[in-house]
Every structure is written in structure tokens, then in C-alpha cells.
């Protein structure tokens, strides 16, 4: 059977168990079967997530039914369906009057698009599209938990780690789940610097009413069931906007409102935070995501293809995640790079066009062991001569271990070479190696330590 005669099956057994079947299950269309995954289409920007959420069993129960074994599907919204599916609308409902199901289903889906609008909420990050690895896994249950049980608990919620790692996804994602979930509750999501903007806006306007102004921009912000704050680190300095911030917090927390707040660092590493705003941060629980290990990025590429429909070898997968290590932004951006570079080509996403495109080993070729010892060595304040030295302090070993992990995980040289290159033996490359790796698990300061040399050496 091929898609079309699969999904036309499995939509008459759906019809007879799904409630709302008319309302979101009859306009899903089917577009391709390929490696047991049946792709559906919607009209509807805000439905793949519904979907999932309340009919995914008997949709996967349907589905195996008709095809006698255990089939998965994703659901995509897709622009072009979208208008010829409201052009066809349109059409009907100029023939006949609006059903009760009509009407209950624009009325239900205006009311999510113009929550999720009012909410400033981005479509693309939601929990159904997280992937869970050992570096996020604490950090997605208790926003699971925020979404599930808004101000019962984990409140505030604190999200912190290095730049591009998930921290905003968790946080909109909690948005997302509870406008899908609680409609009741009023969600607001917004950036500090935005924040910030915002306040100087009205402060700087002139005229008589700049109290007026005052008052609506502090219930815009008050007003609400769930704040959502991004970045909360770019309150540094900023001592106006930190006082704005903490009379919200407090009209919130007072209110039993939830508040979810992210940040690069933890309250006590940002300059000039106030206690009694840092007291306010800490008080509730305080949650890290680190970087993704290696099966971690792989399934998160495999999770960017699978959304967006695009088939690539599994190759290039491990391919992509051994060479980006850093973040899921540059995972992102690596697979954005070479799937559309292969769709202007019009050629098959393999393991040597992702080769061709990234060009992966010519980059770190142009690192060498030495760049990268110097790099630590600027950085820690530390010479090449006493990385080669004998020397055992504690400031020159902890340099030299970054610096040995660094040199094998940037050059991919072997620990031999590494060995050689420092005069040591390369059983204490080895251990050198692992043990920032171990330590990278627990110590922010050292992630924090090795992400600006990173950047250090490609802005070379």
C-alpha cells in the first residue's frame, strides 16, 4: 500500500474513535511512507503539537492495525497545503452554512493562534520536538513539571547553561504546553533586552500621560499567569530595569504566579545582581543544561531531518555531531548548510557531499597543536615552555589538561602526537583527556573556560 491507501484506512478506524475527528484528523493528508515513518501534512501551524499530545496512541494503534505492524508518523505543517486548504474552505462555506464542527474549529484555532501571538511565543520549540539526552534530562522534567503544574512548585524555575543548548526551546516549550493545555492561563514570553527596550521607550517618550505609559508596561508584565524571562544576564549594569524586574517578580510570586527564568550563568556570577533579586532567583529550583554528548546530537540531527522531511544518510549524521560538539545552534546550522546545499544541487544528502560542503578536516587542519596550546596558555596565563616543562603546580597542570583535551578534541589528532608535541608520555595525554572530560559534567566555569578559547581559535 502506499501512503495515501495507509492513511485512508487508518482515518476510517480514527473516525470511530477520535471525538474530534473532523476537527483535526479528516484534514491531515498523507505525503510519503519511507522507512516505516508515515509523513502527514496539516493546514494548521498550531496542530502537529495538539495532535501528539492528545491523539498519538490511536493514531500509532491505526496505524499498526492497517499496516500489521509498528509504524511511526510526524505530523508537519505545511504553508502551500495551508492556503489551498483555506481557498477550499472558503468554497464550501460560500455553498453552505458553517456546521457546529465549523464553527467550533476556526473558533478553537483563532483563539490558539492569537494566544500564542499574544504570548510572543516562536512555533518551532515545543516539547514534542526536544531531544532528551543525559545533558538536558533533569532540566526537561522540571519544565515538564512547570508546564504541567504552573506555580505548584518550582517557582521560580532558573534555567542556566552556555549559549544554544535549549535553554529557550524548555522555556517556550512550557508556553507552548500550557496555551495547549490551560487556556485559561495567561502566558508572556520575553527577552531581557527587549525588556529593557521596552522600559527606556517609555521613560524617554515625552508628554503628560508618562505615567499612564508606566503603569500599562508594569500590567503588561504583572497581569499575567506565567512570565517567561530569557536571558536574565542582561540585567548587568542595568539598575533601573533590575528594579522594574524585581517589583514584578514580586507581584507575581506574591500572586502565585509562575515565573521561568534562563541565563548563561548561575545569580551569583552576574556582576552587580542585587541580593535580594539574586535571593529571588535562588529561591525556587535551578536546573543546568550542558552541551550534548555524541548519540545526544546525533538524534537531534536525525530529529531536524524527521521535521523537515528531509532524507539523509545516517552517515551524515555521525558525521555532522563529530564535528560539532559545541551547541545545537551549530548543529543547526552545519545540517541547514549542507540540506540546502544539496537541495539547490538537486543531489542526495550522502556522507561525501556533507564532506564536500562542511569541509571539516580542512578547517581543523588549519588548527594545529601548537595554536591550540598557545590559546590556553594566553588564556591561563601560562608559557609554552611551562607546558613542556616538568613543572607540577596547580596552575600549570590544570592548564596543561585543557590543553591536551582541547588539542584532541579540535585537531582529532592522535594521543601520541599530542604526547609528543608536550613531552609527555601519551598514557598522561590520556588521562589528561579524561579528566576535563569528567570534570566538564559537574564545573561550569571550566565549560565556561573552554567555550571562549573555542571561539578564540576559529576567530583566528
Given amino acids: 500500500m502506499d501512503e495515501k491507501e495507509i492513511w485512508k484506512l487508518a482515518k476510517e478506524e480514527l473516525a470511530q474513535t477520535v471525538p474530534t475527528y473532523k476537527m483535526w484528523i479528516e484534514p491531515l493528508e498523507a505525503t510519503a511512507f519511507d522507512g516505516n515513518i508515515l509523513t502527514l501534512i496539516t493546514a494548521h501551524a498550531l496542530a502537529p503539537q495538539l495532535i501528539k499530545s492528545q491523539h498519538n496512541a490511536k493514531i500509532l494503534e491505526a496505524l499498526k492495525n492497517v499496516c500489521g505492524k509498528d509504524v511511526s508518523y510526524t505530523v508537519v505543517h505545511d504553508e502551500e497545503f495551508a492556503e489551498r486548504y483555506q481557498k477550499e474552505k472558503k468554497k464550501e462555506l460560500q455553498k453552505q452554512k458553517r456546521t457546529p464542527v465549523e464553527t467550533e474549529e476556526t473558533k478553537l484555532m483563532d483563539n490558539l493562534a492569537q494566544m500564542q501571538s499574544s504570548a510572543n511565543l516562536n512555533l518551532k520549540y515545543k516539547f514534542s520536538n526536544f531531544v532528551v539526552g543525559e545533558n538536558s534530562r533533569f532540566a526537561h522534567a522540571a519544565a515538564m513539571s512547570v508546564a504541567q503544574n504552573p506555580a505548584k512548585k518550582y517557582n521560580p524555575l532558573f534555567i542556566y547553561g552556555a ?38 521607550k517609555n521613560l524617554q517618550t515625552g508628554g503628560n500621560d508618562k505615567t499612564n505609559r508606566m503603569d500599562k508596561f508594569r500590567q503588561k508584565y504583572r497581569n499575567v499567569d506565567v512570565l517567561l524571562i530569557d536571558d536574565i544576564q542582561f540585567l548587568e549594569s542595568k539598575t533601573f530595569t533590575m528594579e522594574e524586574i524585581f517589583h514584578t517578580f514580586d507581584s507575581l510570586h506574591n500572586n502565585n504566579k509562575q515565573i521561568v527564568i534562563t541565563s548563561d550563568r548561575l545569580p551569583k556570577d552576574i556582576p552587580t545582581l542585587p541580593d535580594r533579586l539574586r535571593t529571588r532567583f535562588e529561591m525556587g529550583l535551578m536546573v543546568d543544561i550542558t552541551p550534548p554528548d555524541f548519540e545526544t546530537r546525533v538524534a537531534i540531527l536525525k530529529n531536524l531531518a524527521d521535521l523537515a522531511g528531509i532524507k539523509a544518510e545516517f552517515d551524515v549524521f555521525e558525521y555532522i555531531a563529530k564535528n560539532f560538539i559545541n551547541n545545537v545552534r551549530e548543529l543547526e546550522g552545519a545540517f541547514n548548510k549542507v540540506s540546502a546545499y544539496a537541495d539547490i544541487e538537486q543531489t542526495d544528502l550522502t556522507l561525501e557531499f556533507a564532506k564536500k560542503v562542511l569541509n571539516c578536516e580542512a578547517v581543523k587542519q588549519e588548527i594545529s597543536i601548537a595554536q591550540v596550546a598557545k590559546a590556553v596558555g594566553d588564556y591561563y596565563g601560562v608559557s609554552i615552555a611551562d607546558f613542556l616543562s616538568s613543572a607540577r603546580n596547580q596552575r600549570v597542570s590544570s592548564a596543561r589538561h585543557v590543553a591536551v583535551y582541547l588539542a584532541r578534541e579540535i585537531t582529532q589528532k592522535s594521543f601520541e602526537a599530542i604526547a609528543e608535541y608536550f613531552n609527555k608520555k601519551h598514557t598522561t595525554m590520556l588521562y589528561s583527556h579524561d579528566k576535563i572530560k ?23
Fill in 438 to 460: 569528567d570534570d566538564l559534567k559537574t564545573n561550569k566555569n571550566l565549560e565556561q573556560d573552554i567555550a571562549v578559547i573555542r571561539r578564540t581559535l576559529r576567530e583566528q
Fill in 163 to 200: 549559549s544554544g543548548l535549549g535553554k529557550t526551546h524548555l522555556m517556550q516549550a512550557i508556553g507552548h504546553y500550557i496555551i495547549f493545555n490551560k487556556p485559561k492561563l495567561k502566558v508572556k514570553y520575553i527577552k531581557t533586552e527587549e525588556y529593557f527596550n521596552e522600559l527606556i
